[in-house]
């Protein structure tokens, strides 16, 4: 029997595994799964922060990071909304093996996307496919404080059938007046009659939607291009971008090269470095471009990894000597930084560096 969560209860940390105790379709690919710590402790996170998964597909384990769907107002459990891609290993199988009772290691919660400590401003939330999770949290939190919310809440997606939480949201519009919801799909389903908005997200349905949109703290997240142009839509209409949030579950493409330009170490391919795994009694030559986390991998060795691009965290590794370079996207705090950690995913050894593996 699982304890319930008391004044006591202590917070879960990632040294305990989490139990998969339910697993709910929300639409074509796409599960919802609740974990709970078996001891029974709480939750303690921000809502749109994010947890990293690690799973035991055939051939090894790897990690995939997730954002927290559900509310932290509810400590008991959290629940990670997954969707799976064309040729995806991880949400794969998840979708195809995990149950509940079974127990898997996991890491975190971390991520800068999140609600402020006292939400009580104007938000606007933009979404498309499976970027609607951190919304889902950050509304149903806004949601269950009881105060009536002042949110725009537009999410985007292929299909109707595609719209990841509409009925939990159309719900929750229902009862609050302060939660404004517009959908847009770019195609019908078969048998369905679609009445809300139709195509892709644009300037005139902005306006349409929430015409005080620069008085709102904006919130997006969803595939690259989608952000790409919702932050075009919002510049072009002269919004104050320092009010404006983004969540990548992928790689920007552009990041290294920006941040590397002024940067005034640039790691060089023909130039050698070497990397000293100091547990593991490996050292391995390789070049300034490689990364730690994928020598130590040509190495045998498992750094565990989710984003792989200085998100989650997951890849934290500590550094006794020498120097990299690194070009994170906030996944290690300035503290980590300067107690001598590295995300091993976008560290780049520079001469000999030692590393704590
Ligand atoms: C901070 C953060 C939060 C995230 N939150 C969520 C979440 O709440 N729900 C969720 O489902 N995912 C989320 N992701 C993405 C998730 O971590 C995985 O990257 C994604 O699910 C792909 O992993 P996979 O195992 O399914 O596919 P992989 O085995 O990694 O990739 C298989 C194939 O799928 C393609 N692919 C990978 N990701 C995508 C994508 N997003 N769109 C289209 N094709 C893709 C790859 O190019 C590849 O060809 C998040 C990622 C980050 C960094
Ligand atoms: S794997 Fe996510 S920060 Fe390195």
Redesign the pocket.
């Known amino acids: 029997m699982i304890p319930m969560p008391g004044r006591d209860t202590p917070v879960w940390n990632d040294s305990e595994v989490l139990e998969c105790v339910a697993v709910l379709p929300e639409a074509p690919e796409v599960r919802t799964f609740t974990f709970r710590p078996p001891s029974g402790a709480t939750f303690v996170y921000r809502a749109g922060q ?1 947890i990293t998964l690690d799973l035991p597909v055939p051939g090894g384990n ?1 990690q ?4 927290i ?1 559900s509310s932290p107002v509810t400590s008991a459990y959290i629940s ?13 199988w998840m979708l195809d093996h995990l149950k509940p009772g079974m127990q898997i290691k996991a890491y975190g919660p971390a ?1 800068l996307f999140h609600l402020p400590p006292s939400p009580d401003g104007k938000y606007l939330f933009i979404s498309a496919g ?1 970027g609607v ?1 951190p919304m889902m949290s950050m509304a149903q939190t806004l949601f269950e404080r009881g105060e009536d919310p002042d949110i725009c809440f537009i999410q985007c997606a292929n299909r109707p059938v595609e719209l990841i939480f509409r009925q939990k949201l159309e719900y929750m519009a229902s009862r609050v007046t302060g939660l404004q919801l517009h959908f847009v799909v770019s195609k019908s389903d078969p048998y369905e009659v679609w009445t809300g908005y139709r195509g892709h997200f644009n300037q005139l349905m902005l306006g349409l939607m929430c015409n005080d949109y620069l008085e709102r703290d904006v919130f997006c997240c969803g ?1 690259e291009g989608f952000m790409e142009s919702v932050r075009e839509i919002l510049n072009s209409l002269g919004y104050d971008m320092d009010r404006y949030y983004q ?4 790689a920007p493409a552009e990041t290294k090269a920006e941040l590397t330009e002024f940067d005034d170490v640039v790691p060089q391919d023909d130039v050698q470095a070497q990397i000293v795994f100091a547990n593991s009694q490996v050292s391995a030559w390789c070049s300034e471009t490689d990364t730690v986390l994928a020598v130590a991998k040509d190495a045998g060795l498992n750094i565990p990894s ?2 792989t691009f200085g ?2 965290g997951t890849c934290k590794v500590k550094k006794l000597s020498g120097d990299v370079h690194m070009v994170h996207s906030g996944g290690i705090s300035e503290e980590d930084v300067e107690a001598g950690y590295i995300l091993a995913c976008c560290s780049n050894p520079i001469g000999t560096v030692e590393v704590e593996v």
Not at 64 to 67: E, P, W
Not at 247 to 250: A, I, R, T
């Open positions: 994010f790897v995939r990071t997730y954002t769907s990670v909304t997954v969707k799976a891609h064309v040729d995806s290993i991880g949400t794969r991520g499976s999770t595939p969540e990548s579950f992928q989710g984003c998100v989650c």
